[in-house]
């Protein structure tokens, strides 16, 4: 699954994943963006299911032209298909004086959930924080994705301890976790 071209431009490998940098000039990432996009709005957590791959086509036009935009792709290893996908923007702590990244989506294909891939593109972009001296990332979670909050207590988010057990509909929580 590596591609040399995308390991130049940023990719990040360990033994079973492959985490890169999306180029949305490239056809197959872009239409592994758009067709990871449509399964994560499908889910019954992001309740967009009639955002279509029209949609995120024009997002993907959107997010190819902002500044400040990081959008990582991932697959396991042994894959043949993209499995992951991250949206990232860059902000700016006022209070560090340093540049941070917000994320704000990450999604994994059902069939590579509980591989790592959802850690290993965090990882890859605390990697990239880090190497460009950002201070932190800095995430919102809705308070019924579990899974998703799991996953952000395990990597060190802070934020995200002695939550309600029951929250009201369309609670979201904020994170963070410095680099």
Avoid at 144 to 169: C, H, K, M, Q
Wanted: proline share 3%; with cysteine; hydrophobic share 45%.
């Amino acid at each position: 699954m590596s591609d040399p071209a995308k390991d130049d431009a940023g990719a990040h490998e360990d033994r079973a994943h492959d985490v890169w940098i999306c180029d949305f000039s490239d056809a197959d990432d872009r239409a592994d963006f758009t067709r990871l996009m449509v399964e994560f709005a499908a889910e019954p957590v992001s309740a967009s299911a009639q955002l279509d791959a029209a949609h995120f086509m024009r997002v993907a036009d959107d997010l190819s032209r902002r500044a400040g935009t990081l959008v990582l792709l991932a697959a396991r290893a042994e894959s043949e298909a993209t499995e992951g996908v991250l949206i990232a923007f860059e902000g700016y702590s006022s209070f560090a004086r340093a540049p941070l990244f917000n994320i704000h989506d990450v999604h994994v294909t059902p069939d590579a959930r509980g591989s790592g891939l959802g850690s290993s593109m965090i990882e890859a972009l605390a990697e990239l924080g880090r190497e460009h001296r950002h201070a932190k990332l800095t995430l919102e979670v809705s308070a019924t994705n579990t899974g998703a909050i799991r996953l952000y207590r395990r990597l060190g988010f802070s934020g995200l301890d002695n939550l309600p057990v029951e929250a009201p509909a369309g609670t979201t929580y904020f994170a963070n976790k410095k680099l």
